[in-house]
């Protein structure tokens, strides 16, 4: 069977308008070289000052690290409960699953500065009772964030849900499995991949959140990306910039591992 490539002409506008898209991406390079103490283009002298100073500084080193922690913790409570939510609604129909989906997916819909004010002060209150889910603390921002990303979750479990034949649940059911066996045993194993996208969908969408981060720390748990805001709000600091592009160079790699082994399997067949 013969494919449709695209011609020299298409494959030429594709080049160019990747290149266009992705300027504002390499103009960051130049600017991590240069020796000055603000962001600026390099006038002749290149330095890895900058690249230097995130290793050396420990609290780039523990921004990574709470950001980690966050995006892991948040995304997998988020995906658990999205989970449990999707297969209870998938299992029992009941009238009001319309309602309670949309009740779910509201944090997706609603203003991000209405749910950051809902956060901050829902903390602040859980604050007067422990030390560990409040404000400016490591639960805290981990509850903020699943609440955030919670809804993503939901919809690709459920868009996984979607395509599973319900007769082999019923099979299940008809052979006197209860319901945790149907559950472990039919449901999860065959939408492991939709768990799988949930998650790592979430753990992006928590490593890049910042509205709801500002809300919801102060001096004591800084994520990455409010490290970075308050080097660009305080001294703009170039660092910034030596950040941005390891992060382009690690998301560069993965994309091209993950083409290349879409190559070789498009190749086997």
């Not at 979750?153 to 099979?171: G, K, N």
Request: hydrophobic share 55%; glycine share 6%.
């Amino acid at each position: 069977m013969n494919r449709l490539r695209p011609g020299i002409i298409a494959t030429l506008l594709s080049g160019l308008v990747a290149v266009f898209l992705l300027m504002p991406l390499i103009a960051v390079v130049p600017v991590s070289f240069t020796s000055r103490r603000y962001l600026s283009l390099p006038n002749g002298d290149w330095s890895w000052r900058h690249y230097a100073a995130l290793f050396e500084d420990p609290e780039w080193g523990q921004s990574l690290l709470t950001s980690l922690q966050v995006g892991v913790l948040a995304s997998l409570l988020a995906v658990a409960l999205a989970a449990a939510f999707c297969i209870g609604i998938w299992m029992l129909r009941p009238r009001g699953a319309g309602l309670m989906t949309g009740f779910v997916l509201l944090p997706m819909v609603a203003p991000p500065v209405v749910s950051s004010l809902t956060l901050y002060f829902f903390l602040n209150q859980m604050a007067r009772w422990n030390d560990i889910i409040a404000y400016d603390k490591l639960g805290g921002v981990v509850l903020a964030h699943m609440v955030m990303v919670i809804p993503y979750a939901v919809v690709v479990v459920m868009v996984s849900l979607s395509q599973l034949d319900r007769r082999m649940d019923l099979a299940a059911q008809s052979m006197g499995a209860s319901v945790p066996t149907r559950v472990v045993g039919v449901i999860l194993p065959n939408i492991r991949f939709g768990l799988i996208g949930a998650f790592f969908l979430c753990f992006l969408l928590s490593w890049d959140e910042i509205g709801v981060t500002l809300f919801v720390t102060s001096v004591e748990t800084i994520t990455l990306p409010r490290r970075m805001w308050m080097g660009l709000r305080d001294n703009v600091d170039p660092s910034i910039a030596a950040l941005s592009v390891l992060l382009i160079c690690v998301v560069t790699l993965l994309v091209v591992i993950r083409a290349a082994m879409l190559m070789r399997k498009e190749r086997s067949r």
